[in-house]
């Protein structure tokens, strides 16, 4: 399975927008093959936001950029987002909570 | 919620040891109130290992760490390990895969 961590960093006083847009969307990604979709904020800093993914693979989270909920999602978000992303692509090798396991090897 | 993402890096040739380690105890952290436990690792980085955590609230997670068998793993993983580590500590908001949600405020 294929992991996708990220963070984007929201204009000031937009943060909580932009989380309620991306909670919103959350159960549609089931049918595209998103096993979890996990939004998260800090305490201490009022602009970032964190999203936990977990997809079937790597072409699934890409096919769902192109859903055109996702896109309308993506539309309404962008002009309240500062430009800065961080991202990390995983290989998903198990844990609690996801649905199968692989090798680090495989994926 | 309270959402932990946690990275550290294993000395050279260690990364899938230490990956046994974290995801063989995984499925034991349920009943220390543990949602989510989700262990990645990169194809362009073979040290470094991601956690993503979701737990009732950080007492939670915090208490999990003096368990017996959390003890253990983090002994037996340690020697394999730079001491390098990063973590965000998280509010986690909502989304697909988690049980419940909160708002931002909240935590």
């Known amino acids: 399975m294929y992991g996708y961590l990220g963070s984007m960093k929201a204009k000031s006083g937009h943060r909580d927008e ?7 969307g959350a159960d549609g990604l089931r049918a595209a093959g998103c096993h979890l979709y996990v939004v998260g904020v800090s305490e201490s800093d009022d602009q970032t936001i ?11 989270h890409d096919a769902s950029l192109q859903l055109p ?17 961080n991202s990390h692509e995983l290989a998903i090798v198990g844990g609690l909570g996801v649905p199968s396991t692989s090798s680090p090897s495989e994926n």
Request: net charge negative.
């Open 18 to 24: 932009v989380v309620a847009i991306l909670v919103s």
């Open 50 to 60: 964190h999203v936990s993914e977990v997809w079937d693979s790597k072409a699934h």
């Open 69 to 85: 909920e996702t896109r309308a999602a993506i539309a309404k978000a962008m002009p309240m987002l500062t430009g800065e992303f």
